[in-house]
């Protein structure tokens, strides 16, 4: 799709994308740091929750990145598609990265932190990405998503548990 098409499907001249984009790459790119914007400010919050403990606003951190993708699998698409070397767009995920690496030091502490929030991102964007294709069915594998994000967070906080009982 152009820019022009863009526009027409918008309801706007065919030319006025170009007043705010530069090419149909620049406004993907926006799209995906609008993406990661939303996600930062819904993870951000969790931290302060004096009701639940740091499991518990982890797993709903997790939780929040699946849910993008459950619900709208473009965008989400277009996060993961997005280049990491557009420094805004770095910028931006940079900053849902980093809330949710803080809610993982929460759980295993800041020293690990690193090696366990990339366990848990990456695994979360396999289960988003088997769900959209649909080759992660309750009825094959006897789990939904929520499930497997909780049996990860457990096996976590047991492994940082074991790693400080080896000293």
Do not use: C
């Amino acid at each position: 799709m152009t820019l022009r098409a863009v526009g027409a499907r918008a309801g706007v001249s065919r030319g006025a994308p170009y007043g705010h984009f530069e090419n149909k790459e620049h406004l993907l790119t926006q799209l995906a740091i609008n993406a990661w914007d939303s996600l930062a400010d819904d993870v951000e919050p969790l931290r302060a929750d004096p009701d639940s403990t740091p499991g518990a606003r982890l797993e709903r951190a997790v939780m929040t990145l699946i849910e993008v993708g459950r619900r709208q699998p473009h965008r989400y698409a277009l996060m993961f598609s997005t280049t990491a070397g557009d420094p805004e767009a770095a910028g931006s995920a940079g900053r849902s990265e980093n809330e949710f690496l803080a809610l993982v030091a929460d759980v295993v502490g800041e020293s690990d932190a690193h090696r366990y929030g990339a366990l848990l991102m990456s695994s979360a964007h396999g289960i988003a990405g088997m769900e959209l294709s649909g080759h992660l069915p309750k009825e094959k594998w006897q789990v939904r998503g929520e499930q497997l994000v909780r049996m990860l967070i457990d096996a976590i906080r047991s492994a940082a548990g074991d790693d400080d009982a080896r000293g």
